[in-house]
């Protein structure tokens, strides 16, 4: 009923909400871990989630009135695998180091696979 008062700002966060357990989901098939021998541990989820987080924001990233959602997204992520950490026994200090280790590798996962993307196009 009063969905008209929702900020622009709200709308993003529910879209990138949306898409991130959209990417969650299909990150925790079976498949992945039966048929592909993907290990069934922490760090591996985490990779590929990554992975299909990844392939949302290269998406969102090609239209300049989705960088909202691709950032909130983004934010998204990162607080939760840094809460599964945490769950994980992990203290603050074990996290921020595998936080920085974390961002560091995505980024340079998006970065080459961007490059990719663009050769093969």
């Not at 900020?7 to 357990?21: G, I, M, P, R, S």
């Not at 592909?36 to 924001?57: A, C, K, N, T």
């Not at 989705?66 to 950490?85: F, G, K, P, T």
Request: proline letters at 1%; a negative charge.
């Amino acid at each position: 009923m009063f969905g008209f008062f929702k900020t622009q700002k709200n709308l993003d966060a529910e879209k990138a909400h949306y898409l991130y357990e959209t990417a969650m989901t299909q990150s925790r098939q079976k498949e992945w871990y039966l048929n592909y021998g993907v290990p069934d541990d922490l760090d591996s989820r985490i990779e590929l989630l990554i992975m299909h987080i990844f392939l949302w924001l290269y998406h969102l990233k090609a239209c300049e009135e989705n960088r909202n959602i691709a950032q909130e997204l983004n934010s998204q992520m990162v607080a939760d695998i840094d809460a599964s950490y945490r769950e994980d026994g992990i203290g603050d200090q074990g996290v921020a180091k595998r936080r920085a280790k974390l961002v560091e590798h995505f980024y340079g996962l998006c970065v080459r696979d961007e490059q990719s993307f663009k050769t093969n196009d």
